[in-house]
């Protein structure tokens, strides 16, 4: 099973980001914009883990720890902008198994999502689908009709962001930013030329592609 990753954070542009890298890496996400509203997901969908900001509207994330532990050994990352020693004392002696400060980096998230994880034997395992194409997550090999193509680090997570949601258009800098990170001025080219080499191994007519679409003037989208 794919794991499932609670976010709980009231600013907006911050669950965005976490969710594009999260579910970039494979993960399915909820969000929720105040602690009461996450501590009713967690009851409803049992997440396999949970990012908790500490300054939210109603419980706040040392609450909602203590919450969650009342009934709930799921591993919490609490992720605020209080850096101080007593802070991350007390988030840990609330249950919490990890914190970070902000400012923070994403993949350092993902990354600290997925030592949690090991820790408690939930890795699972996804194998994305979408007409003829396999991509399983665990190996990141590729299969079209059985027969593998292989993929380059960049080309994997290009093509793992469109097949989790076919039909949903993409701009370049969505791309770019669930694959490498951080966009900056320029890099329009760069995401071009990976999807200009994804389409040579995928389809039978590059110049007129089946899978990979262009949509003019927004970005890509894989045709479901």
Same mark, same amino acid.
């Given at each position: 099973?794919?794991?499932?990753?609670?976010?709980? #954070?009231d *600013?907006?542009?911050?669950?965005?980001?976490?969710?594009? %890298?999260?579910?970039?890496?494979?993960?399915?996400?909820?969000?929720?914009?105040? $602690?009461?509203?996450?501590? #009713?997901?967690?009851?409803?969908? /049992?997440? *396999?883990?949970?990012?908790?900001?500490?300054?939210?509207? $109603?419980?706040? $994330?040392?609450? +909602?720890?203590?919450?969650?532990?009342?009934?709930? #050994?799921?591993?919490?990352?609490?992720l605020?902008?209080? /850096?101080?020693?007593?802070?991350?004392?007390?988030?840990?002696?609330?249950?919490? *198994?990890?914190?970070?400060?902000?400012?923070?980096?994403?993949?350092?998230?993902?990354?600290?999502?997925?030592?949690?994880?090991?820790r408690?034997?939930?890795?699972?395992?996804?194998? &994305?689908?979408?007409?003829?194409?396999?991509?399983d997550?665990?190996?990141?090999?590729?299969?079209?009709?059985?027969?593998?193509?292989? &993929?380059?680090?960049? #080309?994997?997570?290009?093509?793992? +962001?469109?097949?989790r /949601?076919?039909?949903?258009?993409?701009?370049?800098?969505?791309?770019?930013?669930?694959?490498?990170?951080?966009?900056?001025?320029?890099?329009?080219?760069?995401?071009?030329?990976?999807? /200009?080499?994804?389409?040579?191994?995928?389809?039978?007519?590059?110049?007129?592609?089946? %899978?990979?679409?262009?949509?003019?003037?927004?970005?890509?989208?894989?045709?479901k």
């Amino acid at each position: 099973m794919t794991p499932l990753i609670l976010i709980a #954070e009231d *600013d907006a542009d911050i669950r965005g980001l976490l969710r594009l %890298y999260l579910e970039g890496d494979g993960f399915k996400v909820l969000e929720a914009e105040d $602690g009461a509203k996450a501590l #009713e997901l967690a009851r409803t969908h /049992s997440p *396999d883990m949970a990012i908790l900001d500490i300054m939210m509207p $109603g419980l706040n $994330g040392f609450e +909602l720890t203590r919450a969650l532990r009342q009934y709930s #050994e799921l591993p919490i990352l609490i992720l605020s902008a209080k /850096s101080q020693d007593n802070d991350k004392i007390l988030g840990l002696n609330l249950g919490a *198994d990890d914190y970070i400060a902000k400012p923070f980096n994403p993949v350092e998230i993902v990354a600290r999502v997925k030592a949690q994880l090991r820790r408690v034997g939930r890795t699972g395992r996804d194998v &994305l689908s979408v007409r003829d194409l396999n991509l399983d997550t665990v190996t990141c090999q590729l299969t079209k009709r059985g027969v593998s193509i292989p &993929l380059t680090p960049m #080309e994997y997570k290009i093509l793992a +962001l469109l097949m989790r /949601s076919p039909g949903r258009i993409f701009t370049k800098i969505q791309l770019y930013e669930g694959a490498v990170g951080p966009y900056f001025e320029g890099d329009d080219n760069t995401m071009m030329v990976h999807i /200009s080499k994804l389409r040579d191994k995928l389809e039978a007519d590059p110049k007129n592609p089946r %899978y990979i679409i262009t949509v003019r003037g927004l970005g890509y989208k894989l045709e479901k």
